[in-house]
């Protein structure tokens, strides 16, 4: 079955404290992103990859890191984690860049910063 | 980005059809328009993307005015399972910007049995 899974799907944690959210296709695709949802702001997007070690920023990069070293992953790294980076994280990914393309979207990661 | 606008909610009773309007006044001609929404608690999806001509898949119709400047989701029997946000955005051909999505607010489905 084609999906993205990211894990863990809840996270509880302090300030300060590293953590990275793993992001997983096995669709084949190039381009794979992170997305934050918050309360009446909408889903943004955080950071993008086109492929493998080619990653750049989205529209609210801030205090967030990426990596693909793999076609498959795209980790999200939270390097000290503050409370306003609770928030709902989706990861996407899709085949290319066309605009007929369609984005696969993970079920979620809930992320609270205590 | 081409701006999209929807009404924050719209009610249906079960069994019947749903027309989600979207107007996008300054669309361009390589202006994609795309539909997806998200169930609660769930990840955003895809649901159909149309460029001139009506389109229709499993899911759904989508509706395009001559003009292009407004669009129809057209649910054809809603179910207890569609309610969910629904979110138009637009996607050029002509531009990557990271193929990044905008989502506005979308638009609150209500079903009732």
Redesign the interface.
Known sequence: EAQVTQNPRYLITVTGKKLTVTCSQNMNHEYMSWYRQDPGLGLRQIYYSMNVEVTDKGDVPEGYKVSRKEKRNFPLILESPSPNQTSLYFCASCKGLAATDTQYFGPGTRLTVL | DAKTTQPNSMESNEEEPVHLPCNHSTISG???I?W?RQLP??????VI?GLTSNVNNRMASLAIAEDRKSSTLILHRATLRDAAVYYCIL???GK?S????T????TQLTVNP
């Open positions: 390589t202006d994609y795309h997806y608690s769930q990840g955003p999806e895809y993307h996607r050029d051909l990557t990271g193929s990044r999505l989502f506005g607010e979308g």
